[in-house]
């Protein structure tokens, strides 16, 4: 199975800025990830597909980069709802598919 | 547009069975891979299981082979879990989710979540 890895588990952000979180896999992915973002009591949203392709309705200030097995997402400009876990998932090799342990964006 | 409603959550004993549903709305059901996904109290995403999209094949985390069985009825646009020999690590709240067609396995609908404690 492919281990998916976050980094770091917690970033703390203020709002405006820029937030960079990492994922990394334990073999090639190609450009098979997604990221997801989860607010509390709520369930996960499908941000990024792809690796770099923008779900439906996704502000443009979320993108994301990387192949193989780095990936990154970068949302540019923090706003006050974005402050979330944000989750990376593997499609390339599955079942199983493969989650990261996320990464919580705090103020 | 888009939903997925779990219900059948709850308390049960460890070693009972419980039986999750998902009905779907506002898409071709019939169209789509359907996955369960859980995520026990503070933790995070576990994928569960799949089902393709006329139910022929289905496949489960390693966790649950064998206690767990998946199945579909796409005359009623329903998901449904089967879950047995119920574990206390097995508490979580389950996330139905739709694959986004046949089986690419990235999930672009979820539904809310039915919380299931397992617990004497």
């Known amino acids: 199975e492919i281990v998916m890895t976050q980094s770091p588990a917690t970033l703390s952000v203020s709002p405006g800025e820029r937030a960079t979180l990492s994922c990394r896999a334990s073999?090639?992915?190609?450009?098979?990830l997604a990221w997801y973002q989860q607010k509390p009591g709520q369930a996960p949203r499908l941000l990024i597909y792809g690796a770099s392709t923008r779900a439906t309705g996704i502000p443009a200030r979320f993108s994301g980069s990387g192949s193989g097995t780095d990936f990154t997402l970068t949302v540019s400009s923090l706003q006050s709802e974005d402050f979330a876990v944000y989750y990376c998932q593997q499609y390339n090799k599955w079942p199983p598919l493969t989650f990261g342990q996320g990464t919580k964006v705090e103020i | 547009q888009v939903q997925l409603v779990e219900s059948g959550g709850g308390v049960v004993q460890p070693g009972r069975s419980l039986r999750l549903s998902c009905t779907a709305s506002?898409?071709?059901?019939?169209?789509?891979?359907m996955h369960w996904v859980r995520q026990a109290p503070g933790k995070g995403l576990e994928w569960v299981a799949v089902?393709?999209?006329?139910?022929?094949?289905?496949y489960y985390a390693d966790s649950v082979r064998g206690r767990f069985t998946l199945s579909r009825d796409n005359s009623k646009n329903t998901l449904y879990l089967q879950m047995n020999r119920l574990r206390p690590e097995d508490t979580a709240v389950f996330y139905c989710?739709?694959?986004?067609?046949?089986?690419?396995?990235?999930?672009?609908?979820w539904g809310q979540g039915t919380l299931v404690t397992v617990s004497s």
């Open positions: 073999q090639s992915v190609g450009s098979k």
């Open positions: 506002g898409f071709s059901f019939r169209s789509h891979a």
């Open positions: 989710a739709r694959d986004v067609d046949v089986a690419s396995g990235w999930l672009d609908y």
């Open positions: 089902i393709s999209y006329d139910g022929s094949n289905t």
